[in-house]
């Protein structure tokens, strides 16, 4: 009754009114942002991991052209391979499907093997596999020099694009642990928690894998295509769908990395600020660390599970109380 107005104005039977309703409001935002900012600046975070991104910016036409594809895609990444080794320590990561290929291909693993030689270093890099009923899948793999040494496989796929009566495309395993990056290496980092495009709006996803050790996440895509639409059909996708890799820092409190084949292409700390490391729509390359913050875990990762539930008891009540409400109006006194 006190924040309530009537039909036609102020019910003179309550105790507040509209100013009552945005006051409160405007306390409750002041409060979040004030605490945010105490949180910020209080919470103690460290650097668990440098890497270098590349974005190597081929287009899509020539991706979707099987007789250049690979040799374009070869010659792009191995034109920015020289600033990789200036540009500072890290493995090299690449985008999803940065070969628009099978990356067991003799010719895929013989492009990827160069690309580790030349840089001395790791290389990461997006492609697809193929199950045993011959079902291609969305893949990104690690490879050094003795070749692939951990392979994701996407999970979450894009309803009427990748998933659908009409595609072949297949889940892969939900079990898979994130990899522990540093093997053979004196200083090693934490694991890396890999979310392949859209999976970066799936938060179940982000929250499995710092649960299962990940210390930092990398987010691949390819979503370099929205860019190349036509001005008629262009939507913000390219500009929003990064944004969703910001909530997932924020809930489990480690930074991220994303790797675009045209960008959105850089780094999310653990509070949700981005850093753009390259820009959109260049070939470039650019050496980044990752940050999370140190101690307990968030209260997100602790009890995430409760969310959804606790969302959809609050919708039922509030149905309850407006059906009852209104039952009581049509009654009268």
């Not at 942002?33 to 910016?57: E, F, L, M």
């Not at 010719?107 to 790791?122: D, K, N, Q, S, T």
């Not at 072949?168 to 990056?181: E, H, M, V, Y």
């Not at 059906?323 to 009581?328: C, D, H, M, Q, S």
């Amino acid at each position: 009754r006190w924040l309530g107005t009537g039909a036609g104005g102020r019910d003179p039977g309550m105790k507040g009114g509209p100013w009552t309703r945005w006051g409160l409001a405007g306390l409750l935002l002041l409060g979040w942002a004030v605490a945010g900012a105490v949180r910020i600046d209080t919470t103690p975070v460290g650097t668990v991991h440098s890497a270098v991104i590349v974005q190597p910016n081929v287009a899509m036409e020539v991706r979707r052209d099987a007789d250049r594809a690979l040799a374009e895609t070869d010659a792009a990444v191995r034109a920015l391979l020289p600033e990789a080794l200036r540009s500072g320590p890290g493995e090299l990561l690449l985008p999803e499907t940065a070969l628009p290929a099978e990356l067991n291909d003799p010719e895929v693993a013989r492009l990827v093997e160069g690309w580790v030689a030349e840089a001395g270093r790791p290389v990461w890099v997006g492609g697809f596999l193929a199950d045993e009923g011959g079902r291609r899948f969305n893949a990104y793999q690690r490879w050094s020099s003795g070749g692939p040494t951990a392979t994701w496989r996407k999970v979450e796929l894009v309803p009427g694009v990748e998933a659908g009566p009409r595609n072949r495309a297949a889940r892969g395993s939900s079990r898979q642990l994130p990899l522990d990056i540093g093997a053979g290496v004196v200083t090693r980092p934490p694991p890396a928690g890999v979310l392949i495009c859209i999976e970066s709006a799936h938060t179940h996803l982000a929250r499995r894998h710092v649960q299962r050790g990940a210390g930092w996440l990398l987010n691949v895509t390819n979503d370099g295509w929205l860019a190349d639409l036509p001005e008629s059909s262009r939507t913000s996708a390219f500009r929003t769908h990064p944004a969703h890799l910001a909530l997932r820092t924020v809930e489990a409190g480690v930074g991220a990395i994303r790797v675009g084949n045209g960008g959105w292409s850089g780094t999310v700390d653990p509070f949700g600020a981005r850093v753009e490391a390259i820009a959109p729509l260049t070939a470039g390359i650019r050496s980044v660390r990752i940050d999370r913050i140190e101690g307990a875990p968030t209260p997100y990762l602790r009890g995430g599970w409760l969310l959804r539930p606790a969302l959809l008891v609050a919708g039922l009540l509030l149905l309850l109380g407006t059906a009852l409400e209104a039952r009581r109006g049509t009654m009268g006194p």
